[in-house]
């Protein structure tokens, strides 16, 4: 068999492990050396990605729903479309949600992801009450903030090293429409952008998409979208179906002038200045989940998507200096989204912090590797860190200039005998 | 009435078709054998929809315990689907009768028993559906799985003389014919992948056909062009052939 990730890169021979049972996980466990859990694949490089793989993603039970409290107890598979789906139409949502729904309750741990709320809920983490985890010795743990900080602090955003998260409980929280009042403000600049997010940091939702190959005075502007629910009882949610994309596009559709043209279109679209639109959870929350695989129309090759964080203190310079290298090089960016942080948590490897990110794809090409070398060089300059769960490249030395507890995390896996057992071809890159 | 029975409930097919029916707005009632190991399933749907879900034990080579099973049921159901099926191994089957046997009566008998009492039952009332899940592999025999493949061809006719019966006092019937699905009956089987679906989109083709008031249903559609080409290649080429 063959496994990728979101970027379809690499691609790889691996085992893909299927258990029905906990005692058959138990088993595989025992047996195997190397293995990493697998959720939706949703991740871009290899923090999902060994030879011997877990499917989880089949252990989709909902387990129960606490009313009062509104506390969903799930499997490590399910889905958080699947949540959406059936808790919306009755006033539920998600705490913290990334920019695609279709991913694991698993997956969504092991990265401690975020979205466009961070700077006010911060990461998935938060909403987690507690979960059941199997470990390298095959003992099923539970896991709480309280009853085992450290677990805790190791396997969310742990990426998958610290064991199996069989299911979880996670807090929802209610809302009254499926419908989102949304702010969006156009930038010149990248003054003009840092100061719209300080402006509009109340907000609980915003992200930027940013225009990467605008040069000279027009370099960092971009569309800040802010936006809260409203309130109007309309919850008669329902998934759509996705629109496919019917082949491998070729490569070379994504040459500099479509995605400039891109660009421009969508930043042209917006009205001057600041406008409102009422737009659908699904817009809002979740654009990219409209096309499924379109992953594809960076071709065979795959691609990959770098994001970095910089502290607020070195944001502006250092944003300045690596917008201006990427549209020196040439290479672009379908999408690049910029966002302005809340304050780091506690749990070791958690890739927020205070201060700004970006997030751009790059297609893979001949060249590509040793600008994003020329990137992290910049973001460690800067005392900036890489988003594990988009790596695919990353040196062991950049990686750890931007984790301060990371002997405390190989400590503990080690300690754990965690790391005879799970190990990522990304793990293995940065020694962790 | 807002109840759909689902029998061979603990097929792979069964359970995504029992989401896609609670998910819907409908009861459900569950039927297979051992049907305890469905409690979690049960629990998971109750979860997600609120829908009330009832599981029920059901032998269907017991073909004496189906009047009692059907009597049971104190809310008849509004409609009943069938993934009840055993794929068998052919090869044993040609030499071993009992095995021949376990392939035909599951397959055929004993749905037919099942069907022909919920039938009555739906013709009397006026209303209902009745879906039964065969197989392409029931429009031609092939010597990889003719044994499979005939109790399925005598369901396809059994379902398509029925739903003849049944048409005056409305009551749907639907043939479901899929082709390859990644489910426990082919598991160890090399599936080609771009021909195969997953259970959870055969699920949402069984309701839809089911809705529309279909007769006929191919899932994924495109076994429907496959079949028809399978169908005329001529019997002197056919015999020859190794597919
Ligand atoms: C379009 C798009 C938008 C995105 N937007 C955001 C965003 O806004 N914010 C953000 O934070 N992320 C974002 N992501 C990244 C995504 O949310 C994470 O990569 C997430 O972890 C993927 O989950 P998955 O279920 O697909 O897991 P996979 O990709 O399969 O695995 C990811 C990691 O989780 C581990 N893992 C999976 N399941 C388990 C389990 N049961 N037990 C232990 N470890 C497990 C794996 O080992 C791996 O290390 C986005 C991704 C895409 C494709
Ligand atoms: N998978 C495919 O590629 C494919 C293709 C075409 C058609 N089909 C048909 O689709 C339907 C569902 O199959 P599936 O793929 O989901 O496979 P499956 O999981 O093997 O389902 C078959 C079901 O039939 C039940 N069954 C067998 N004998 C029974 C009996 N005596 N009494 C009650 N229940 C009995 C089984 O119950 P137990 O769990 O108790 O064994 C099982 O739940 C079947 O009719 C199959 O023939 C499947």
């Known amino acids: ?267 042209g679209k917006a009205r001057k200045g600041v406008s409102h639109q009422k737009v659908d959870i699904d817009t809002f929350f979740y654009p990219l989940d409209a096309i499924d695989h379109w992953n594809q129309i960076y071709g065979k090759k795959g691609f990959t998507q770098y994001q970095f964080i910089l502290p607020r203190e070195t944001s502006y310079e250092g944003l300045e200096e690596i917008l201006t290298t990427i549209s020196k090089s040439g290479k672009g960016s379908f999408l690049a989204v910029l966002k302005l942080y809340g304050k780091a948590n506690e749990n070791w490897l958690s890739f927020p912090m205070e201060g700004y990110s970006l997030a751009l794809d790059f297609k893979m090409e001949k060249g590509l590797f040793s600008l994003l070398d020329k990137l992290d060089e910049i973001v460690v300059r800067n005392h900036g860190r890489i988003y594990l769960t988009k790596d695919v490249n990353v040196s062991k030395e950049t990686f750890e200039k931007g984790y301060p507890h990371i002997e405390t995390f190989r400590q503990y896996r080690k300690k754990n005998k965690m790391d005879e057992k799970f190990q990522s071809l990304q793990s293995k890159r940065v020694g962790i | 009435m807002s109840y759909v029975l689902i029998v061979g409930a603990k097929s792979d097919i069964a359970k995504a078709t029992a989401r896609e029916y609670a998910k819907n707005g409908y009861d459900l009632y569950l039927a297979g054998r051992n049907i305890s190991e469905l409690e979690n399933l049960a629990n998971d749907i109750r979860v997600r929809t609120q829908k009330e879900v009832e599981l029920l034990e059901l032998d269907i080579l017991e073909y004496e315990s189906h009047h009692s099973f059907y009597e049971q049921l104190e809310e008849k159901p509004l409609g009943v689907i069938s993934a009840v099926g055993y794929l068998g191994d052919q090869e044993k089957a040609q030499s071993d009768f009992s095995e021949a046997r376990k392939i035909m009566d599951t397959n055929y008998t004993g749905v037919v028993s099942l069907f022909n009492i919920i039938a009555d039952d739906f013709a009397k009332r006026g209303s209902g559906f009745i879906v039964g899940i065969s197989s392409v592999a029931g429009d031609r025999g092939r010597k990889s799985n003719y044994l499979y493949g005939s109790a399925k061809a005598g369901l396809t006719a059994y379902l398509s003389g029925l739903r003849n019966r049944l048409y005056d006092a409305r009551v749907q019937v639907l043939t479901v014919k899929p082709g390859f699905v990644a489910t426990r009956m082919t598991e160890n089987m090399d599936l080609p992948e771009k021909l195969t679906a997953q259970p959870e989109a055969v699920a949402e083709d069984i309701y839809s056909a089911q809705q529309k008031g279909k007769n006929v249903v191919y899932t994924k559609w495109f076994w429907k062009y496959i079949m028809m080409i399978i169908k005329i290649i001529p019997e002197w080429k056919f015999k020859r052939m190794s597919i």
């Open chain 1, 1 to 267: 068999m063959t496994c990728t990730a979101w970027g379809m890169y690499p691609k790889i021979e691996c085992e893909k492990l299927h258990f029905s049972t906990k005692e058959a996980l138990r088993k595989i466990i025992h047996n195997k050396q190397e293995l990493i859990p697998y959720g939706n694949g949703r991740s871009y490089g290899d923090s999902a990605l060994n030879h011997n793989i877990i499917e989880v993603k089949p252990h989709n039970y909902f387990l129960g729903f606490d009313e009062d409290k509104g506390l969903l107890h799930v499997e490590a598979g399910v889905l958080l479309s699947e949540i959406l789906e059936h808790f919306v139409p009755r006033g539920w949502f998600l705490k913290v949600t990334p920019g695609t729904k279709l991913i694991t309750v698993g997956g969504a741990i092991a990265s401690d992801v975020h979205g466009k709320n961070h700077h006010i809920a911060g990461c998935f983490s938060e909403c987690i009450a507690d979960f059941n985890i199997m470990s390298a010795e095959g003992k099923i743990i539970f896991c709480s903030r309280e009853q085992t900080p450290d677990l805790f602090k190791a396997t969310c955003g742990g990426m998958g090293l610290t064991g199996v998260i069989l299911d979880a409980r996670i807090y929802l929280k209610k809302i009254n429409s499926k419908y989102i009042d949304q702010t969006t403000i156009k930038t010149k600049n990248l003054k003009e952008t840092f100061a719209a997010f300080e402006s509009y940091k109340d907000k609980p939702y915003s992200v930027a998409w940013i225009d990467c190959l605008a040069k000279g005075d027009e370099r960092g502007r971009c569309l800040l979208m802010v936006g809260d629910f409203r309130d109007d009882g309309k919850l008669d949610y329902k998934i759509k179906k996705q629109k496919s994309i019917p082949f491998n596009f070729p490569g070379f559709a994504l040459n500099n002038w479509t995605v400039r043209a891109f660009n421009w279109l969508y930043y």
